[in-house]
């Protein structure tokens, strides 16, 4: 029976389902059992003595292939010139085979599982209790990237990219640090301060080509006794998640939300931007969507605070770009009166991804001059006071309402009693980059139905606009991302 995911506050779950379990598992000194001479099996003779395991080959000399003659050669593996049997399994802790026939496979397989010995014969999913992932070997860094069988090709490519991120001077950094540990563990207690050590040293591993000098150590272990004599206070970082594709993160929130031990996000970021987050971090959610119950702004700052001074690094994780319409200001005012370290993180904003989405230039110089956010939710969830109307009425800019959905109607109202004209083009971006994202183009007198039609349930952007003649002529009503129209209202 499988068991359900387990599953966050805020129903999302902790942990994505997994094809398989990767576990890193020690064969120094261990007895591993192979049957088979071919190239294939060579290579995994190969990467198991690697691993310090002692092989034992089962198969005659007629039938080594030339690799497996040159290895056992070379390294000197045991090689039994006979057949396997059921005997070979006694006191082995893994086994492996080359088979030739399914039932060849078949009898291996079921001789080791009977023997209670983890078994794998090569290119044989049924008859696999384990897999081989693709390896990146930094030792004892070691990544190996598995697709369940599915995609070797795609294992390889991933591979690939991850060699040229991973200096290969990090093998030796990894080495230092396996070496100072329990020296740092003995300066540093568990919690922040240990963890800022080891930040500082895994950005400075990560940013160098060069290998550690002679005195790195003791250096490094100066700088843990310099942390250990300094009070820990912690800090907060205002983070952009940006619209919703996790894809669209950047690299240095990618890095903040990996620090983070806490982190405050608002209801619109997305469950694939959590995912990307540390898993020992703790998660609250704040809530922070128009026309919903949300927790109060100054609850918010109280939390970070509070967290803060407990010496905890948290991360204020806010969808889009933090410093447009995220209240960003009475955050920031607010540690900073405190006495605590912040930053700010930028994220893509909803405008700019709703003009990537539609390939539309805010700033077509045929059209406009001048691109203006505008805020269509005030804190009493009316439209604010204070927006110049006869102000946005005016041709040759582009104007994208933020947060509109509910004032779409009163939006139009505004626009034309200010003399701007009814068949003004105007887009209706809701869920912009996510995989539900949908769209509508059409004139401004539409505007108010479309919008009923559409609903207001996930988060909408309206842009107003010549800019967006093209897709509203090319559409006149609504349609997703591939295009593909849908009738809406009369329009």
């Not at 809530?287 to 609850?299: A, F, L, M, N, V």
């Not at 933090?322 to 930053?343: N, Y």
């Not at 939710?377 to 104007?399: F, M, Y």
Request: overall charge negative; charged content about 20%.
């Amino acid at each position: 029976m499988r068991r359900k995911p387990l599953q966050q506050s805020d129903g999302n779950e902790r942990i994505a389902a997994l094809a398989k379990l990767p576990v890193f598992w020690s064969l120094t000194g261990k007895r591993a059992v192979m049957a088979g001479g071919s190239d294939g099996a060579a290579w995994k003779a190969e990467l198991l003595q690697a691993c310090g395991a002692e092989v034992e080959l089962y198969c005659e000399t007629a039938e080594l292939g030339d690799t497996m003659k040159a290895l056992v050669e070379r390294t000197g593996l045991t090689h039994h010139d006979h057949p396997w049997h059921c005997g070979i399994f006694a006191g082995a802790s893994l086994a492996l085979a080359d088979c030739e026939t399914e039932a060849e496979a078949q009898a291996f397989y079921c001789a080791a599982r009977a023997a209670g010995i983890p078994v794998n014969v090569i290119d044989k999913p049924a008859y696999c209790q384990f897999q081989f992932g693709s390896i990146v070997n930094r030792s004892p860094v070691i990544v190996s990237i598995s697709t369940d069988g599915a995609a070797p090709i795609l294992a390889q490519a991933i591979r690939q990219r991850i060699e040229t991120l991973l200096p290969p001077a990090l093998k030796l950094w990894a080495g230092l640090a396996q070496s100072v540990r329990e020296a740092v563990n003995r300066r540093l207690s568990p919690g922040p301060a240990r963890r800022l050590f080891w930040e500082r040293f895994v950005a400075r591993s990560l940013s160098t080509n060069e290998p550690p000098a002679q005195d790195t150590a003791d250096r490094l272990l100066a700088t843990a006794d310099q942390i250990a004599s300094v009070p820990s206070l912690g800090s907060v970082t205002l983070v952009g998640a940006g619209p919703g594709d996790a894809e669209l993160l950047t690299l240095k929130a990618m890095r903040a939300l990996q620090a983070a031990d806490v982190i405050l996000f608002d209801d619109l970021v997305s469950p694939e931007v959590l995912e990307l987050a540390r898993r020992e971090a703790k998660r609250f959610l704040v809530g922070k969507r128009g026309g919903r119950e949300s927790c109060r702004q100054d609850d918010i700052n109280d939390m970070m605070v509070r967290f803060a001074k407990d010496g905890k690094r948290v991360v204020r994780l806010k969808s889009g770009d933090p410093m447009i319409f995220g209240r960003a200001g009475e955050e920031i005012a607010r540690l900073q009166s405190e006495g605590i370290a912040v930053d700010v993180v930028p994220g893509i904003t909803a405008a700019s991804a709703m003009a990537a989405s539609l390939k539309t230039s805010l700033t077509n110089p045929n059209h406009a001059q001048q691109v203006r956010f505008v805020t269509a939710h005030s804190r009493d969830h009316e439209l604010p006071q204070t927006v110049d109307w006869a102000s946005l009425a005016k041709p040759n800019q582009t104007s994208v309402f933020y947060m509109g959905g509910r004032m779409a109607g009163q939006i139009e109202q505004r626009l034309m009693d200010n003399g701007m004209t009814a068949d003004t083009p105007v887009v209706v971006v809701s869920s912009v980059s996510r995989t539900h994202e949908h769209r509508w183009a059409g004139p401004l007198a539409s505007l108010g139905d479309a919008m009923r039609t559409i609903g207001v349930e996930e988060p909408v952007l309206i842009g107003v606009g010549e800019v967006f003649g093209a897709v509203a002529g090319e559409h006149g009503q609504s349609f997703d991302q591939e295009g593909q129209e849908h009738r809406v209202g009369s329009v």
